[in-house]
């Protein structure tokens, strides 16, 4: 079964990085999208970024666009956002997730294995 296990999340001052890592298991990584989802307390889960099976289309949303990047390495089966100019209203409980389709989705619904996630904190 496909299991997926972000790391890398932690408390880091406004205007600071983080990368986040996506470890999966189970199954090959090139089978995948892979999409980057983040909740905050009261909130909806959003997705923040996503990267198709090859890594050659990007998407991202409009609050994190030219501060985040997602990326793949299938040989590893590991995926990654990095996280730049981070802001406070960045401080979320980020969720990695995959998905067997043509190609990824800021939505949830093409997504099938989710990941438990990383509790990312940016602090003024």
């Known amino acids: 079964q496909t299991q997926l296990v972000e790391s890398g999340g932690g408390l880091v001052q406004s205007g600071g990085s983080l990368t986040l890592s996506c470890q999966v298991s189970?199954?090959?990584?090139?089978?995948?999208?892979i999409g980057w989802f983040r909740q905050a307390p009261g909130r909806e889960r959003e997705g923040v970024a996503c990267?198709?099976?090859?890594?050659?289309?990007?998407k991202y949303a409009d609050s994190v666009n030219g501060r985040f990047a997602i990326s793949r390495d299938n040989d590893k089966n590991m995926a990654s956002l990095q996280m730049s100019t981070l802001k406070p209203e960045d401080t979320a409980n980020y969720y990695c997730?995959?998905?067997?389709?043509?190609?990824?989705?800021?939505?949830?619904?093409?997504?099938?294995?989710w990941g438990q996630g990383t509790q990312v904190t940016v602090s003024s």
């Open positions: 990267i198709s099976r090859t890594g050659d289309n990007t």
């Open positions: 997730a995959a998905g067997p389709a043509n190609d990824c989705s800021l939505s949830r619904m093409i997504y099938a294995y």
């Open positions: 189970g199954a090959g990584l090139h089978w995948y999208v």
